[in-house]
């Protein structure tokens, strides 16, 4: 049998009626119960740190921009040398620049 593929989710999708854990009995796909604090677990999960922020108070802004790959090479190279990440090393680059500035 063909695997199903999930429903795609737009802002038009309608979204079922809530459940109430203390009233009704659900279950997950192994047989567990689905209860407060599972769901508590599920979110704790989902909400993983990513990298530490360097803003205050919010997420990091970012800048992309594109390179000859040779330029990202070398500064693959030279990261690992210094034991930085390259985007380290841009933003101490561009720092340095905008200091001279």
Do not use: C, H, N, W
């Not at 740190?49 to 802004?61: D, I, K, N, T």
């Not at 330029?71 to 200091?99: C, F, I, N, P």
């Amino acid at each position: 049998m063909a695997k199903r593929a999930a429903p795609k989710v737009t802002q038009q999708t309608t979204i079922g009626r809530d459940v109430d854990l203390k009233r009704q009995v659900r279950r997950d796909r192994e047989g567990r119960r689905v209860d407060e604090a599972y769901v508590e677990r599920l979110i704790g999960v989902s909400r993983k740190p990513g990298r530490p922020s360097l803003a205050e108070g919010g997420p990091s802004p970012s800048i992309a921009f594109r390179v000859p790959v040779a330029l990202r090479d070398q500064a693959e190279e030279v990261a690992a040398r210094e034991g930085k990440t390259v985007s380290q090393l841009a933003r101490e680059a561009l720092e340095a620049r905008l200091a001279a500035s």
